[in-house]
């Protein structure tokens, strides 16, 4: 089996690579299907055959558990580390008890330090906006660091007595006995590789703004100190790429530069409803990058049309934002595209854009045409389609184009 290679950052593919997938729990199997066959397709019209994808099946969530009694068992674990790149499903996590993340889990094995959720509205779907083609927009999230990391202890275990105490012989601060204890943490050296990586893509991709998000002016020594990293980085390592929004008003040149503002958190939800065409690229710590992409994707209608990527320096996870919905699961009418356009950045990061590209353009014909699954249909006024029935039109009209 052919794996994929990692140096310095840099994806080396070779012409068949073994690339494991999580089929998920809920409606996560039938649409983690659904978008392997339309990546397949998209790869063999592209290449005439000549690259092909080695999908391997690793077990994790409700699956896992019921075949091997653990939700994430080792030999899951050994896999992922030798392959280091996965198509993902969504995986339930329970609120407020049971089992930790196995999402999180893999997020921190591989290191995948950057959340990555491009949101762009296609002509077709139902917003809520009255302009929402102006919504273009890509988030990048710190992945790694933040309550995320999930340091939290319940209000009577001895850990929770432990820091409570120490709290109060050591900082006079006094917390109450009935406190469950999260800790925050955000590094800069974390704050530093996701700033780098946000403001190459701007770079690169000739994006125009990186707004920095932050609840600084409370959380003055985590958020805060994020806001101050993020710039410190910018303005140190992309001195000719940058001109912060303060310098612009005061007269700076914009022509060929990124613009650098920051936006305190709560705000920001405001600003991207109300003026969303001044966002552009979009750099958080964890929790506010959670935010933020859901709220974002509520802009263009629907968040199961919106895939994410988990990239680190040396390996990726891929998968759509949105939850296992197990009321819909088993029935044929979930909408796959979120998890197709997971796989749509995978084929990005792997450097095969001709099938990426292909993927995009099908999806954005499909739903002009209104064939489209019973989420958007309902809006449209149309018959919906099943999945496997929206999976075969993508794929045949990808047929189409070769």
């Known amino acids: 089996m052919a ?18 997938y999580i089929e998920g729990d809920g409606i996560g199997p039938e649409i983690t299907r659904a978008a392997m066959k339309v990546i397949d397709t998209a790869v063999r019209v592209a290449y005439s055959g000549s690259r092909q994808i080695e999908w391997k099946e690793v077990l994790a969530g409700d699956k896992a558990n019921q075949e ?15 392959y280091r790149v996965i198509l993902k499903g969504p995986l339930q996590t329970p609120i407020g008890k049971g089992w930790k993340s196995v999402n999180v889990a893999i997020r921190l094995m591989l290191d995948l330090y950057a959340n990555i959720r491009p949101v762009r509205y296609i002509n077709g779907i139902e917003s809520p906006l009255k302009n929402a083609e102006k919504v273009d927009m890509i988030i990048f999230r710190e992945n790694t660091d ?7 202890y319940i209000y009577d275990s001895n850990e929770a007595k432990m820091i409570r105490q120490f709290m109060k012989d050591k900082l006079n601060v006094e917390i109450e006995e009935d406190t469950g204890i999260g800790i925050k943490v955000i590094s800069r050296a974390k704050t530093q590789r996701i700033t780098r990586l946000a403001m190459r893509y701007a770079v690169e991709k000739k994006r125009k703004k990186v707004t920095i998000m932050h609840k600084g002016n409370v ?38 530069k990124v613009i650098v503002n920051d936006r305190i958190a709560d705000n920001m939800f405001q600003q991207i409803i109300l003026r ?10 964890n929790v506010n990058g959670d935010y933020i992409s859901d709220a974002a994707g509520a ?14 320096d040396d390996g990726g996870m891929f998968e759509a934002i949105h939850g296992t919905a197990p009321k819909y699961a088993g029935k044929n009418v979930a909408n796959p595209t979120g998890i197709i356009r997971g796989g749509e950045l995978m084929l990005n990061f792997m450097g095969w854009y001709e099938a990426s ?12 045409k209104k064939k489209v699954t019973q989420d958007i249909a309902r809006f449209m006024n149309v018959n919906p389609l099943s999945t496997s029935e929206f999976t075969d039109i993508l794929c045949k009209e990808m047929e189409t184009q070769s």
């Open 357 to 368: 590209n292909l993927i995009e353009k099908v999806i954005e014909k499909v739903i002009e």
């Open 219 to 256: 959380m003055k020594y985590t958020e805060g100190a994020f806001r101050e990293w993020a710039y410190e980085t910018i303005l140190k390592e992309f001195r000719e790429n940058a001109v912060t929004e303060d310098e612009m008003s005061q007269g700076a040149k914009v022509e060929g």
């Open 68 to 82: 091997k009694g653990d939700r994430f068992p080792q030999e899951t674990k050994d896999a992922i580390e030798e």
């Open 276 to 285: 969303p065409d001044e966002y552009d690229v979009i750099l958080a710590p």
């Open 299 to 312: 802009l263009v209608g629907n968040i199961g049309m919106l895939g994410g990527a988990n990239i680190g």
């Open 3 to 20: 794996k994929i290679k990692f140096q310095n950052g840099k994806w080396d593919v070779p012409s068949n690579p073994t690339i494991l």
């Open 146 to 152: 933040d309550l995320y990391r999930g340091i939290e």
